[in-house]
């Protein structure tokens, strides 16, 4: 059952990598901002001190602008570093984009100097990426469980974030697979009270 479901899940990883690098730039840079814009506009943002948001790499969903957005806002930014052996990832504070140096996957990561993001508020954020969501709010990644593990201690509000195109009815999904609280698109937000 677990070999089917992950089989489902690598066909549906290749198509939508597929399709995403499809993309034009000038595409995904307006479907970037329309997210940008609707994330800015949410109370769970206004309301939220200590916000987890990956760092944005070549076909995801732009979050370098709202990175330093928000930490002009005064929030208390942090970004995801990756150990390969465990497939975990700590999430560590973030002052400015000039911080980050290149690590695990080519993804740019802070120094681990920096003060670690420690689960504290049930307002805390974390800005979850995705190849796909479904409307549950149930997510497909890259294939390793990094933010299924991550997230499974995460006490605050999940918000995925996807090009609209790429939001499905349903995924195949483990047990292990954690939900998002809602999903904000280029199109709508989506709340799914994280799969309940
Ligand atoms: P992704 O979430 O990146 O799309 P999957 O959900 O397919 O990837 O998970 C990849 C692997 O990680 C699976 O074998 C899954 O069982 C494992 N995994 C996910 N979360 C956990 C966890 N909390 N503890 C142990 N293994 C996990
Ligand atoms: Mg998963």
């Not at 002009?72 to 002052?95: I, L, Q």
């Not at 920096?114 to 497909?140: H, M, T, W």
Request: hydrophobic content about 35%; charged content about 30%; glycine content about 6%.
């Amino acid at each position: 059952m677990q070999v089917n479901t992950q089989n489902q899940k690598n066909i549906l990883r290749r198509d939508i990598l597929k399709r995403r690098s499809e993309l034009s730039n000038k595409e995904k840079e307006l479907k970037s901002r329309k997210i940008f814009n609707r994330l800015l506009g949410l109370n769970e943002i206004k309301n939220s001190k200590n916000i987890c948001i990956y760092v944005s790499k070549s076909d995801e969903v732009d979050t370098i602008c709202l990175i330093e957005h928000l930490i002009s806002m005064g929030k208390a930014v942090y970004a995801p570093k990756s150990d390969k052996n465990s497939n975990k990832m700590t999430f560590f504070r973030m002052h400015s984009l000039t911080d980050l140096k290149v690590g695990a996957f080519s993804v740019l990561e802070p120094s681990e100097k920096n003060e670690k993001y420690i689960y504290s508020d049930k307002n805390d954020i974390c800005i979850v990426p995705a190849l796909c969501f479904d409307r549950q709010g149930y997510r497909l990644g890259y294939g390793k469980g990094y933010y299924d593990r991550f997230l499974k201690n995460f006490n605050g509000i999940k918000i995925g974030i996807c090009f609209n195109e790429f939001i499905k009815e349903a995924l195949p999904i483990f047990n292990t697979d954690i939900a998002v609280d809602m999903i904000i698109s280029d199109d709508k937000k989506y709340c799914c009270k994280g799969g309940k």
